[in-house]
Structures are given as structure tokens and as C-alpha cells.
């Protein structure tokens, strides 16, 4: 069976169309450069950038204590968070702000100002003072901390995303959205600062009978997921610190439950209590959401870590290729992660999926952590269909479509990980599109 390619039917420029992808992907420029620097930009002698007319080098800057709290350039004003009213339940109470994860300049550390921020009943802002957090239910000694107690058992800090499970949400379909911020900047990554539960537990001491945990939230909405004893005891932390400074409101301040690398919804914000029982709960949530319905007409219901899963930030269709010429060298970025594992390698494939190269892996390489990759390579200005596929050290590689609907269909909003393709137009132009067969 031959491919065809499906384009994105929203935000999309142009048309619809399904295109053959053997007429689209003739003649393709398929050689990757092994190594390359961009060549650099000719400057002009008279510059403004190195005279000494610029304005901003003729006049004091402004002055060091102008900021208390450090502000980003004026010029960075596009680089935002952004929402849809498709993904929303009808305000923005109960909504998703998505991440440019397209912006982000490097690394695997998310800006708390860009943290995607996906809340039930809006962001709760909380009193430090007057915060308390009850440990509760079986417990040996059940107890109400204020955010100071809390803060003075041994901290540690780690670097981990959060994911909102319905990331990607509207492409079981078909391509949606012409863009990588509505497509995928439903997670972000921080490094947090917090206690482990497992710490914590050893102090108050946990009930054999305990198999279930109710984390509370103290927003309006109240949001109650409930976990298993096994992952509290693992990995969870309660998280008061963000990038080095108190969470930030929409991220829960002043504490939130961490729980790496599973289903951002457990990561339950402006906690409130953890209740610890021997079955789980039947949060109103739980029964009708977070579910996935499966062919069969069945569905999954407990279904946590989020699998491993890559997209490719640069280019992306917020970020094209327009200002390249044919022939110049250029690098082709992205991010993978795993809430499994940790992400072993990137493969990138020029020509939708029919060869494959290793990306480069660059910077730090962490489990349950966003990793970095890189391929640079001598465009020649050919379109191209460009495709990542992360594999984590669990052995799991993602999906085909194809292979994706064939196992769990397409009637599920959660837990969407396969490999995603941008089609760059000979004049840089970058869509969304769906690759099949
Ligand atoms: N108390 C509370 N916790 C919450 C939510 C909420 O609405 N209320 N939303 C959850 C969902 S669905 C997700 S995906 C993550 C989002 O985390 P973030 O807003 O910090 O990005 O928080 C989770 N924790
Ligand atoms: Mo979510």
C-alpha cells in the first residue's frame, strides 16, 4: 500500500488535500552532512548593530535596582503562551495555556513564565501562611503540616516534564492544527525542588493495609486523582520549588504533588491533602475521564505513564525554513522524552519514515526528563517530510499512525505518541501532516 499524506485542516493556509507522496517525495535530497557550520552572515561596515549611533549605546541603560523581580526583553513579546477555544470547556477557567515549546531556546528547562498551565477551576492564589497539607487515612501518625514544616524535611531536586495526557488530543483523526504549540505544548519541564514522599512516609509511617492514595486540591475545582502506594513510595515528591524559586501560582503554588514521568493530571496542584486507603477512589474524574476506549469497546482505565514520544521543534510550522537558501547548512532540533524511561536514541527521517539516521542526543540526558536532539544537515531546498522517533531504554520505540490506530483505534483523547511529520515545501513553508499506510 502505497503512503499518502494527509494535511492539517485548521490553521492550515491552504487546502485539504491528499496528496500521492510518491510524486511529493521525488527527487528528494537525501545525504545528511556528518558535521557542518553555518556560514556567516556578511556584515556591512556601517552595521547598525557595531556603530556607535545604535541608540541604546549613546544613553544610559536603565538603572539596576529598576527591577526588583528581572523582566524579559520588550522584543521577546511574542514568545507566549497561547490558547484555542477548540481545546477549552467553553471559558478559560477550565482551560489549557499551551507552551511554545518551539521557543524555547535550548536545553530541557521550561521558562516558569512559558510553564503550559492546564487548570479545572482557574489558578488558586494562596496564602503561604495560611497553607496547611493534611497526611491522613493510614497513616501511623496523621498530621497537618504548615508549608515551614513541610519545608524542613530533606529536599532534593530533579528535572522532570509534566505532560497533560491529552497533548496532541486532536490528531487521532487526522492532522488538526498547523502548528507544534497546539499540537504538542500541553508539557513543559522544570526543575523541582521538593521532598520525596518515600522520606516523608518514613517519618509519619505508612499502614501495611495501604494500597491507594487521594491527592486533593485546594482550587475550586478541587481536582482528586488517586494513585497506587507502589509509585508514591517510588518516585513522587511533594514540590514547593520551580527553576529555583517558588512554584509559580498556576503550577500549584505553594506545593503540588510531583509524580515523574505519569499522567499530568496526578500531578495534583494546590495541594491540599493525601489521604493514603487499601482501594482507590472513585473521584468523579476517574470514572468518566482519563480512560482509553479501545476497538473492542472496552476501555483502559488506569493507564499512568505517559510513553515515549518526540517531536521536531526546529523547523516546525511556527518556525519554517523560508529564510534558507538552497544549499545552506542548518540543524534540525527537537525534543524527546519518556515517562518510562530514559530516551536511549533519536532516529530522523528526511523522506516520511522510508530511512532513518540516529540523531545526536545533546546535553543532559535524564529518565523522565525532555532530551535534546540534533541532526544537522545541507538542505537543498528540495521538499522533505521530516519524522522522529524516540526510543526509551524500556526498549519501546514509538508508533506508526498506523500502528497506533491499529491498536487502541482512534475514540481515545489520551495517551497519543506516534511519530509526527512536518512536510517542508521547497520554499520553506512547514505543515502539519499525517503520514499513512
Ligand atoms: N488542583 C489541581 N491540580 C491539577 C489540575 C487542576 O485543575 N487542579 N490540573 C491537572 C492537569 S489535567 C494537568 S495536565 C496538570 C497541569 O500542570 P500545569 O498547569 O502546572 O502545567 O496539573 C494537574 N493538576
Ligand atoms: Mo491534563
Redesign the pocket.
Known amino acids: 500500500m502505497s503512503k499518502t499524506i494527509e494535511k492539517s485542516v485548521t490553521l492550515a493556509s491552504n487546502s485539504v488535500s491528499t496528496d500521492s507522496r510518491r510524486g511529493f517525495l521525488k527527487g528528494m535530497f537525501m545525504s545528511v552532512a556528518a558535521a557542518g557550520v553555518v556560514a556567516p552572515v556578511a556584515l556591512k561596515a556601517d552595521d547598525a548593530a557595531i556603530t556607535e549611533e545604535a541608540e541604546w549605546g549613546v544613553k544610559l541603560g536603565f538603572p539596576v535596582d529598576k527591577y526588583g523581580y528581572g523582566q524579559r526583553s520588550p522584543y521577546e513579546h511574542n514568545v507566549v503562551r497561547r490558547v484555542t477555544d477548540l481545546l477549552s470547556s467553553g471559558d478559560m477557567y477550565a482551560s489549557?495555556a499551551m507552551c511554545p515549546i518551539h521557543e524555547l531556546e535550548g536545553g530541557i528547562i521550561t521558562p516558569n513564565g512559558l510553564?503550559?498551565?492546564?487548570?479545572?477551576?482557574g489558578t488558586a492564589i494562596i496564602d503561604p501562611n495560611k497553607y496547611r497539607l493534611m497526611i491522613h487515612g493510614l497513616i501511623e501518625k496523621p498530621i497537618v503540616l504548615t508549608l515551614a514544616q513541610l519545608k524542613r524535611y530533606p529536599s532534593e531536586s530533579r528535572i522532570h516534564f509534566?505532560?497533560?495526557?491529552?497533548n496532541g488530543s486532536a490528531e487521532w483523526r487526522g492532522p488538526q492544527f498547523n502548528s507544534i504549540q497546539f499540537t504538542k505544548g500541553?508539557m513543559?519541564s522544570a526543575e523541582w525542588t521538593g521532598v520525596k514522599l518515600s522520606v516523608l512516609l518514613e517519618d509519619l509511617g505508612v499502614k501495611p493495609e495501604a494500597k491507594w492514595v487521594l491527592a486533593e486540591?485546594?482550587?475550586n475545582?478541587?481536582?482528586g486523582r488517586t494513585i497506587p502506594i507502589e509509585k508514591i513510595m517510588d518516585d513522587a515528591m511533594l514540590v514547593w520549588g520551580q527553576n529555583g524559586e517558588a512554584l509559580r501560582p498556576?503550577?500549584?503554588y505553594p506545593v503540588?504533588l510531583l509524580v515523574p514521568g505519569w499522567?499530568?493530571?496526578?500531578?495534583?496542584?494546590?495541594?491540599k491533602r493525601l489521604e493514603f486507603g487499601d482501594k482507590p477512589w472513585h473521584a468523579k474524574e476517574e470514572t468518566s475521564k482519563y480512560t482509553m476506549l479501545q476497538p473492542s469497546g472496552k476501555a483502559i482505565r488506569f493507564f499512568w505513564p505517559m510513553e515515549v514520544n518526540s517531536i521536531i521543534t526546529s523547523p516546525c510550522p511556527e518556525k519554517p525554513w523560508t529564510d534558507l537558501k538552497k544549499g545552506d547548512v542548518v540543524e534540525i532540533e527537537g525534543l524527546a522524552w519518556s515517562g518510562q524511561g530514559t530516551i536511549q536514541h533519536v532516529d530522523v527521517s528526511l523522506d516520511g519514515g522510508d530511512n532513518w539516521t540516529e540523531a545526536s542526543l545533546k546535553g543532559l540526558v535524564l529518565p523522565k526528563s525532555w532530551t535534546r536532539f540534533s541532526m544537522i544537515i545541507k538542505w537543498d531546498g528540495k521538499p522533505l517530510v521530516l519524522q522522529s522517533r524516540a526510543t526509551d531504554d524500556t526498549g519501546n520505540t514509538q508508533p506508526t499512525i498506523n500502528q497506533e490506530i491499529a491498536a487502541v483505534g482512534v475514540e481515545s483523547v489520551y495517551h497519543r505518541n506516534a511519530i509526527c511529520s512536518w512536510e517542508v515545501k521547497a520554499n520553506g513553508e512547514v505543515n502539519n501532516v499525517h503520514v499513512r499506510g
Do not use: T, Y
Not at 162 to 166: H, M, Y
Open positions: 489549557v510553564f503550559f498551565n492546564r487548570s479545572h477551576g509534566i505532560e497533560c495526557p491529552a500541553m513543559s486540591g485546594s482550587d475545582s478541587e481536582m498556576d503550577q500549584g503540588r499522567e499530568g493530571n496526578l500531578n495534583v496542584k494546590w495541594l
